[in-house]
């Protein structure tokens, strides 16, 4: 075994000569960017050794990562009932929308983290496994994977994932960058409400409260909205939804502070409306009229979508 | 006509297996004439869409999208909760994408030829389907 490896390399070695001069062969760009600026604040070594392995059974790499991330952040779940949550059997595999919904179902978040390596580094440090998606194969013959990044050697210039059988894959930091960009840059990190990536954006952090709050309980959609607020103070939609939980929840008057200040805060027509309608049926019959005219009157200047909503409100608070 | 015939059949079956889809507390704050919080995110519902009509638009992709689930091997028993965990917005993208989206598997069933191919790019660093291979650089 070794001395037929020993021949491929020699083999190798004599056709790379020929390929010296190919740009293909430099290191991809983010293993370039990696190794000239290592993002400060970040171990040269890490590696979440408490991650449970999951070995995959055939073609379920999708739900044994999922059951790894979770797993990891306290939430102990079957491989082959997540199995039956995510995976198509026509497809042969899982659909990257349906492994968002299925950690939801479970109670966890699961938020993109940006398309860079360094990200993924810092969410390492930050003791975070990211889900990563993997054209292990070529653009011509893809293989997809998932697989669960828990470590990262700097020295090394490797990364250590739990995947597919291995509970220890070794991957050069070019060869993770080049199955990774083939996957379309795709990472989520896999967190319970009220935790947030250190990498996610603003707008990628909202998008997973938002749909989180399609399958959590009000209480635990709260909390993930709380979180984003905590970090974005001014996310409108967070805010909106801060409201819209406590509603669902059956607090009438923390929905209506949420409201409020989401309409003084951002003039919204949105969170006039919702404000009206709570004020209503909190029996502060003036005040919500007085809200429903703001959500006309802002509808009407600037934002045509919920002119309809807003005349609907102002006509069933008996404006 | 059949075809017609059982595409209806089977619309109205998801349609009533997904009559309580939207999470009970979702379905409140509709009658309660509440704007979602998902109705927010930017793509809004295309032009002349509002209210209602949106909604009924995005409870019938749903229904569409339960039966193609159903059609691709997903059991009834989850076809329900599994179209309630996306947004209105996801679950477009995936009625339109189910059968081109990558679906995240392994190495299974690969042609010899593609094997070889993929042996040598492996050792090379380009490419990591089996696990045994270490890159040369």
Same mark, same amino acid.
């Given at each position: 075994m070794t001395s037929r490896r020993g021949l491929l390399r020699g083999g190798l070695g004599v056709a790379t000569l020929g390929l010296g001069g190919c740009a293909t062969w430099a290191d991809p760009p983010q293993t370039q960017a990696l190794a000239a600026a290592w993002p400060a604040g970040v171990p040269p070594r890490v590696e979440l050794r408490e991650v449970p392995f999951v070995p995959q059974t055939p073609l379920h790499c999708g739900p044994a990562s999922l059951a790894m991330a979770l797993g990891h952040v306290g939430i102990a779940v079957d491989a082959d009932e %997540? @199995?039956? /949550?995510?995976? !198509?059997?026509?497809? @042969? @595999? *899982? =659909?990257? =929308?349906? =492994? !968002?919904?299925? &950690? $939801?179902r479970q109670g966890a978040l699961a938020t993109r983290v940006p398309g860079r390596l360094a990200a993924l580094v810092q969410e390492l440090a930050a003791g975070h496994a990211v889900v990563v998606f993997l054209n292990l194969g070529l653009a011509l013959n893809p293989v997809w994977h998932y697989a669960v990044l828990v470590g990262h050697d700097r020295d090394g210039r490797e990364f250590v994932l739990r995947s597919g059988p291995v509970e220890r894959d070794l991957f050069r930091w070019r060869t993770f960058e080049l199955t990774w960009a083939r996957g379309g840059h795709w990472a989520v990190v896999v967190l319970p409400p009220g935790r947030l990536p250190v990498s996610a954006s603003e707008d990628e952090a909202v998008l997973a409260a938002v749909g989180f709050e399609r399958a959590a309980p009000p209480a635990a959609a709260r909390r993930a909205y709380e979180a984003v607020l905590? $970090?974005?103070? @001014?996310? %409108? *939609?967070? $805010? %909106? #939804? =801060? #409201?819209? *939980?406590?509603?669902?929840a059956g607090n009438l008057p923390g929905a209506a502070q949420a409201f409020?200040? &989401? &309409? $003084? /805060?951002?003039?919204? &027509?949105?969170?006039w409306n919702n404000l009206a309608r709570v004020r209503a049926a909190l029996g502060e019959a003036e005040a919500a009229r007085e809200a429903a005219r703001r959500a006309v009157a802002r509808a009407t200047l600037a934002e045509p979508q919920w002119l309809a909503p807003a005349r609907a409100t102002l006509a069933a608070v008996g404006g | 006509m059949t075809t017609l015939f059982r595409r209806l059949v089977a619309t109205a079956v998801a349609t009533s297996l997904l009559a309580a889809t939207l999470p009970l507390h979702a379905q409140t704050a509709a009658d309660s004439g509440l704007i979602r919080t998902e109705q927010l995110l930017p793509p809004a519902a295309p032009q002349g869409l509002q209210g209602d009509q949106a909604r009924l638009m995005a409870t019938l992709d749903r229904a569409d999208l339960a039966q193609r689930l159903q059609e691709r091997g997903v059991s009834i028993d989850e076809l329900r909760a599994r179209v309630a965990a996306l947004t209105d917005a996801e679950a477009a993208e995936l009625m339109a994408r189910i059968d081109e989206a990558p679906a995240g598997s392994d190495v299974l069933g690969l042609l010899f030829t593609v094997f070889i191919i993929l042996l040598v790019t492996d050792i090379l660093g380009f490419t990591k389907v089996f696990p045994f291979t270490r890159s040369v650089r």
């Open positions: %997540l @199995g039956r /949550q995510v995976f !198509l059997p026509a497809r @042969g @595999g *899982t =659909l990257q =929308l349906e =492994l !968002l919904a299925g &950690a $939801r905590a $970090r974005w103070p @001014g996310s %409108l *939609t967070a $805010r %909106l #939804g =801060l #409201g819209n *939980t406590q509603h669902a409020e200040q &989401a &309409a $003084r /805060q951002h003039d919204s &027509a949105a969170a | -």
